[in-house]
């Protein structure tokens, strides 16, 4: 039994140290909510422009690579 009474439960120590942690909340609920903060800090994502040329070429270099890879036991 407790002093008020009551049986004993295993989560009163974690009850009395949380009344004792109440003005440490009261400090968290003054801040902004988080979406806010991020809200402010976010930055444009830097784009590298591509050349499509480019992008054929290396598209056209990996299919290549994968009909070697398929066909070399043909050719080998």
Not at 6 to 14: E, F, G, H, P, T
Not at 20 to 38: C, F, V
Not at 41 to 63: D, E, M, W
Not at 69 to 75: D, F
């Amino acid at each position: 039994m407790t002093k008020d009474g009551r049986k004993y439960d295993q989560a009163d120590q974690l009850r009395e140290q949380m009344e004792t942690l109440e003005p440490e909340n009261q400090i968290q609920k003054s801040l902004p909510p988080r979406s806010q903060i991020h809200r402010r800090t976010r930055k444009k994502k830097k784009v590298i422009p591509f050349s499509f040329p480019l992008i054929r070429v290396l598209l056209l270099l990996f299919f290549v690579i994968i009909i070697a890879a398929l066909t070399s036991p043909y050719w080998l």
